[in-house]
């Protein structure tokens, strides 16, 4: 579709040859005035058309002096002049000599106002029957008449008789001369009247013909054309000019584009465009109000303009204003002769801009709604091309109660037919938990997304196969919102991971194997290192080999514990450990973790804080050390050097539980880490750029040790600054062996 309006193909299509050898016209392009094709002709066949048929044009200011009766009729006329036909000549002698005769006949003694008022009356007649020329024979016989008949020495031509006759024989002269005048310039009245209405009818006719905007096809340059040639036509119709042009508003350059002419061909070149400011439309449109000049060759403004060459004298011109006082570009007309145009032709020529304005605007409205049907079924067409490319299975559902819109080939394969609300209930009833059990309609993720509004991300469920085997998936779905109002649809992705299942458990697999294989010498070496060290002692002499073989035993231990921890992250990923509580009291297992870390962390304070004596639960104290124990490890590896390590143990009694918190005085974990802290083999990029040792295990152990005991874990901001890990502990028995789900 291309953008509204058509400007350059206009301008091309309107632009004819410049005529050889003749001056450069680019000081004002809009008006240089243009003839198409169609409307073709020359300066002296206008010049002469100007002349003989109406139009505008009133006598210039300096014009020669002309003889009575193109005064006479020139008064208000706009047509060409009676001739001196034998019709007319006998029509005025006829309408005076047979009333003359007839009164001489009669009275002969008749007063000179008698007969005078009889011929004014047969004036009057003559003039309105046979125009200027009955009337003006028909005044010529009068005074003959009455001169012969009816004044001095009857019948001879005589000077009147007294005063009463001087006064009768001139009121009768002057009062016909008066009638013709007016009688001819009430008929030329009339006729411009009916000129008007004929150019009012013709310009309706011409925007009639225009049609409603919405019969106007998008992107069509004829379409536009011709409309635009139509509206031209229409101002030049009702002001009956010789020449007229519109140019259109560029906003993107300030500048205005010719569109369409009618009139004269320019005598040189002529610039497609002009800057606003420049030239008669460009002072249009940036004053942005109408504006005439009466003679192009006495307008100081066009002394050195080559459009004196082209034979345009007056100019009115208009600006054509759209909705929120948006310029869309200039109309202008012109006439070949002088004129002043008056406030009726500016107020008609401004009319019809608003019409013509009104258009555009429209034409431009369904331009903009055509570009924007086309671009979002481009986008929708995209859309639907990048939904079917998808290797993942895409579903989307809108509201209210979760219909499906669109789906792919994908989405189909796996879950089933969804065209048909029976059919997708059939294929969303095949989804299950991990461990098999049913999942309610309101727990599917599009559902959610669908009620609740929210994003859901990561949910890992089970969908049976055709051939009945269970596939696991993994489903996300997030809501579509317009301008972010109510949901217009809920967008599911449904990705296999029966590849990552696998992989997963291979590595899982894998892992176990290698930590039993690293695990197995281990016992031995270290208890070779101790026998050697024991022996070494005994003899004495030997300080140097002895702290060697300690620091051997000490690498060793730390490689048991990474080992214990790769077996224990496996078992748990499996879902194969196994928790075996039993009455253990907290404080007493709390005071052997730090009595057992002090001697390591030699550089930190650790602290204990406890109310009561003895906490007594229902626990694993294992794996209840091994909580504790990687918590208060972790708070001394991030802790610098002499700050203190607390841990902090209360009761809650309204839970039936108890609260253990562990805080230091490191960097503290920021909290857009914190949710990815507990995630297996994580650590920070600081811990990683710090050579701090450790995989990352840890809190993941930890976590999945909490929750087999009924709890949870969480971290926050400690006190002093640092971190604050707390781990929330039921009292209340538990099972004798808790599964930890995969």
């Not at 879902?575 to 973790?593: A, F, H, K, M, S």
Request: a neutral charge.
């Amino acid at each position: 579709m291309r953008a509204t309006p058509p400007l350059a193909a206009t301008v091309d299509r309107c632009r004819v040859p410049a005529h050889a050898g003749g001056p450069a016209h680019a000081e004002d392009p809009s008006l240089a005035v243009l003839t198409p094709d169609k409307r073709s002709g020359d300066h002296a066949l206008l010049r002469r058309l100007a002349t003989a048929l109406p139009n505008r044009a009133s006598p210039a200011p300096r014009a020669p002096r002309r003889p009575l009766h193109h005064w006479l009729t020139g008064l208000g006329t706009r047509g060409p002049l009676a001739t001196a036909e034998p019709w007319r000549l006998l029509v005025g002698a006829g309408s005076v000599l047979l009333p003359g005769v007839v009164l001489a006949t009669i009275h002969p003694a008749l007063p000179v106002s008698v007969p005078g008022i009889v011929f004014m009356v047969a004036i009057a007649f003559s003039t309105a029957l046979a125009d200027w020329v009955g009337g003006a024979t028909a005044l010529a016989l009068a005074a003959l008449v009455l001169d012969t008949l009816f004044v001095g020495q009857r019948p001879s031509l005589a000077w009147p008789r007294g005063p009463a006759e001087t006064l009768g024989f001139g009121i009768t002269l002057v009062s016909g001369g008066a009638l013709i005048c007016l009688i001819e310039w009430i008929k030329r009245a009339g006729s411009v009247a009916r000129l008007d209405a004929a150019a009012a009818r013709a310009a309706a006719n011409a925007l009639t013909a225009l049609g409603a905007p919405s019969s106007y096809a998008p992107g069509t340059a004829a379409d536009f054309d011709h409309a635009l040639d139509t509206i031209l036509t229409a101002m030049i119709r009702v002001s009956r000019a010789h020449t007229g042009a519109i140019l259109l508003a560029q906003e993107r350059d300030d500048a205005l584009v010719r569109a369409v002419a009618y009139g004269l061909a320019d005598t040189g070149s002529v610039q497609p465009s002009l800057r606003l400011g420049e030239g008669f439309a460009g002072r249009v449109a940036r004053e942005r109000r109408p504006l005439t000049t009466v003679d192009i060759a006495t307008d100081p403004r066009f002394a050195d303009s080559p459009l004196r060459e082209t034979g345009v004298r007056s100019l009115l011109g208009v600006p054509l204003i759209g909705a929120g006082d948006r310029l869309l570009g200039v109309a202008h007309i012109g006439l070949l002769v002088p004129h002043q145009f008056s406030a009726t032709d500016i107020a008609r020529l401004e009319a019809l801009a608003a019409r013509g304005a009104g258009w555009l605007d429209a034409v431009h409205a369904t331009d903009q709604q055509e570009r924007l049907l086309r671009r979002t079924r481009e986008e929708r067409e995209r859309l639907a091309m990048i939904i079917a490319a998808m290797p993942e299975a895409v579903v989307v559902v809108e509201p209210p109660d979760g219909r499906v819109v669109a789906c792919n080939d994908a989405a189909v394969r796996l879950l089933g037919p969804l065209d048909g609300e029976r059919a997708a209930h059939t294929a969303f009833a095949r989804l299950h938990r991990p461990d098999g059990a049913a999942l309610p309609a309101s727990e599917l993720p599009l559902t959610r997304a669908l009620t609740a509004g929210a994003v859901v991300t990561g949910v890992e469920l089970v969908v049976q196969g055709e051939e009945g085997e269970a596939i696991p998936i993994l489903v996300s779905a997030a809501p579509l919102r317009h301008g972010g109002a109510e949901i217009q649809a809920v967008v599911g992705v449904f990705q296999d991971i029966r590849r990552l299942k696998e992989a997963d458990r291979v590595k899982d697999e894998f892992v176990s194997a290698v930590s039993h294989e690293l695990r197995s010498p281990l016992t031995p070496i270290r208890g070779f290192v101790q026998l050697v060290a024991r022996e070494l002692e005994r003899e004495g002499g030997h300080p140097t080999h002895v702290a060697w073989l300690h620091s051997i035993e000490g690498h060793v231990d730390r490689m048991t514990r990474l080992v214990d921890d790769l077996l224990d992250a496996a078992r748990l990923r499996a879902g194969r450990l196994e928790i075996r509580p039993e009455p253990t009291d907290l404080v007493t297992l709390c005071q052997g973790v730090l009595r057992a870390q002090r001697a390591a962390a030699t550089e930190h304070e650790l602290l204990l804080d406890v109310a009561p004596p003895t906490l007594i639960g229902w626990w694993d104290p294992d794996r209840l050390h091994q909580v504790i124990e990687n918590l208060v490890s972790n708070a001394v590896k991030y802790s610098p050097p002499g700050s203190t390590v607390r841990l902090a143990i209360a009761e809650a009694p309204a839970e039936d539980a108890v609260h253990v918190s562990v805080s230091d005085q490191g960097p503290g974990v920021p909290p857009a880490l914190r949710p990815e802290i507990f995630a297996p083999f994580y650590r920070t990029v600081a811990a990683t750029a710090s050579r701090t040792p450790g995989l990352g295990l840890g809190l993941f152990i930890s976590r999945e040790l909490v929750l087999a005991h009924g709890g949870t874990i969480a971290v926050a901001d400690a006190p002093g600054g640092g971190a604050c890990f707390t781990v929330t502990l039921p009292r209340g028995a538990v099972a004798e062996t808790l599964a930890v789900p995969a």
